[in-house]
């Protein structure tokens, strides 16, 4: 099974306020982590990344945070537009001697206009 | 800059018929590429990788096949399809090396009835 997964399948957000999207992984041994944002019927996109020395990074309106303590990943996006409607997911590497991602099942965030 | 482009972008096929997906890359070299399939609702699962010209692994037992026969194309097989073989599936890759963070290409969406 996949050793990365969500904490909800849905959320609803109403256009304008901030979105956390949360992520919980297994595998201590991973040390690089990324979110990805796709919309229907396309390929996902990436959105940002973050390694295991950092416990925040920020994008554009956007925000990974990473607790490896509790092995817990967020995603947080700040004044949500309609145009973030879309399914989000957290991927891991499987070590650091191992590039490739393992996915979890991914968060489908609706914008309430 | 990289481009990645992936054909057909919908694809109906009856039960037995073979299978070719094809996926190129453009604008970088020895590049490591990928398959992985979505079915309705999940995650993505990784089907292959390539790390280079006619070097496939197989992540999964399954009744599909890669081949690598140029640096920058990838292309996904099947003698004969099963039901079970339709889902989404995506191209991407990466900057060659141990890098993880992946670029998609938009998907194939297969339907085989």
């Known amino acids: 099974g996949e050793s990365v997964g969500l904490h909800l399948p849905t959320l609803s957000v109403q256009e304008g306020d901030n979105s956390i999207i949360n992520c919980a992984y297994s595998n201590s041994a991973s040390d690089y982590f990324i979110w990805y944002k796709q919309e229907s019927g396309k390929g996902p996109q990436f959105i940002i990344d973050i390694r295991s020395n950092m416990d925040k990074r920020q994008g554009q309106r956007v925000t990974v945070l990473l607790n490896k303590t509790v092995k817990h990943l967020s995603l947080q996006i700040a004044a949500t537009q309609p145009g973030d409607s879309a399914v989000y997911f957290c991927?891991?590497?499987?070590?650091?001697?191992?590039?490739?991602?393992?996915f979890g099942a991914g968060t489908t965030v609706t914008v309430r206009a | 800059s990289q481009t990645i482009h992936q054909w057909p972008a919908t694809l109906v096929q009856p039960v037995g018929s073979p299978l070719s997906l094809e996926c190129t890359v453009e604008?970088?070299?020895?590049?490591?590429l990928y398959w992985y399939r979505q079915a309705a609702g999940r995650g993505l699962q990784l089907l292959f990788y390539s790390i280079g010209i006619d070097q496939i692994s197989s992540e999964v037992p399954q009744n599909l096949s890669a081949s690598r026969p140029q640096d920058r194309q990838f292309i996904l097989s099947s003698k004969k399809l099963l039901l079970s073989d339709s889902g989404f599936y995506l191209c991407?890759?990466?900057?060659?090396?141990?890098?993880?963070?992946?670029?998609f290409g938009s998907g194939t969406q297969l339907s085989v009835l």
């Open positions: 604008g970088t070299s020895n590049p490591n």
């Open positions: 991927a891991e590497n499987r070590g650091s001697n191992d590039y490739k991602l393992s």
């Open positions: 991407a890759w990466s900057i060659g090396g141990d890098n993880e963070k992946l670029f």
